[in-house]
């Protein structure tokens, strides 16, 4: 018998224009890892399968095996939510790598009702349903010098706008251009096997347009970041 427990999933608003609103019925739900961690604790052997117990036993440190827990169990409970599932038989498979044709692209539910991403970094974790494939990142606000190691591998006009802010500015305009490539990146299903140089996603207030992909921001609270893509012509993206 599944135990009742408070572990809460927040709606998260979006923070761009209605125009560029992703597709009718995406969802995005936010948790509050330190928050909801005891709660996930005690879902966990229940509801997490024998890979996810296996992986999650494998983390050293306390921080990085909560948070995967507590992304995890939280994931269960949307897509049964969603689906009309019982949480614990939920079935995640990887769709085929568009590069290879190895099962090792983005997860999909087996009976592919829904798309749907994770993501967890900081003390947040994020979990997005959509109606086509859908990819989410959040990541904590990174330190200059992480910006200064990672800012060469980007798109070259990010590279451009990163160097023409000041240095104070730069960690949160990275952070932006990081979240949003990493998200398209899981939507297309090829992570960073693609080039993070290959695809202009912008480092403004509001991400690039594209006709092959919608990107959009989270609001993630304050020190972190986050970012949603939708494949509006799936397996493609322009350079």
Known sequence: MLRAAPLTLEAVPGTVPPALEPSPGTRAWTV????????AALLAPE???AA????????VRAADRDRYVTAHVALRLVLGAVTGTPPARVAVDRAPCPGCGG??????LRDGRRHFSLSHGGSLAVIVCAPVPVGVDVERIPRAEVVGHVAPKLHPAERAELAALAPAERPAAFARVWTRKEALLKALGTGLVRSAAAD???SGPFPAAD????LFDLDAGTGHAAAVALLTAPGTAAS
């Open 211 to 214: 006709p092959a992909f919608r």
């Open 47 to 49: 509801l997490l399968d």
């Open 103 to 108: 099962p090792h692209g983005r997860p999909v």
């Open 52 to 59: 996810e117990r296996a992986r999650a036993g494998r983390f």
């Open 200 to 202: 202009y996603v912008g």
């Open 32 to 39: 509050d890892v330190p928050a909801q961690r005891g709660y």
